[in-house]
Nanobody, 114 residues
């Protein structure tokens, strides 16, 4: 089963920045589209940023211009650079493939204070 280990979360004040990392197992990492998902307290988990195997990225409107998703295929690692953080960004952040999701990691908590 695939293993996904998110890290880099923490407590930050509004306007601050965080860089999340996702270490992914699996020999097919380099050829699958990946994404960052987040689950705010009391809400469902939603996709916020996605990146294809070729590096093309897409974002939900609420994070566009502030977040940047990237990947290092040689290291099986996914990143999410988050700038100009807002309290509404507070959530548990998860990484996963866009398709055929069978397992979720523990996620990493991002808390943005006002």
């Amino acid at each position: 089963q695939v293993q996904l280990v998110e890290s880099g979360g923490g407590l930050v004040q509004a306007g601050g920045s965080l860089r999340l990392s996702c270490a992914a197992s699996g020999s097919d990492f380099s050829i699958v589209a990946m994404g960052w998902y987040r689950q705010p307290p009391g809400k469902q988990r939603d996709l916020v940023a996605a990146i294809t195997s070729g590096g093309s990225a897409n974002y939900v409107d609420s994070v566009k211009g502030r977040f940047t998703i990237s990947r290092d295929n040689a290291k099986n690692t996914l990143f999410l650079q988050m700038n100009s953080l807002k309290p509404e960004d507070t959530a548990v952040y998860y990484c996963n493939r866009l398709n055929y999701q069978t397992h979720w990691g523990q996620g990493t908590q991002v808390t943005v204070s006002s």
